[in-house]
């Protein structure tokens, strides 16, 4: 019997690379500075594997 050993993906995550606003960041409070944690941009890759 013949059996792939190999796998191979490509992804993409992200695709439209929107920028989403996930958390506030607040340090000490509103008087100092204000930013947002953010997603991860776009990411672009290929995933390969063997079973054996």
Same mark, same amino acid.
């Given at each position: 019997? &013949?059996?792939?050993?190999?796998? +191979?993906?490509?992804? /993409?995550?992200? *695709? %439209? $690379? ?5 958390? &506030?960041?607040?340090?000490?409070? +509103?008087?100092?500075? /204000?930013?947002? *944690? %953010? $997603? ?7 995933s390969t594997r063997?079973?054996?």
């Open positions: 019997m &013949l059996v792939n050993k190999w796998d +191979t993906a490509l992804f /993409v995550n992200n *695709l %439209t $690379n929107e920028t989403a606003f996930l958390a &506030l960041d607040q340090e000490r409070g +509103t008087r100092a500075r /204000v930013g947002y *944690l %953010t $997603n991860q941009p776009r990411t672009i890759g290929i063997v079973n054996f």
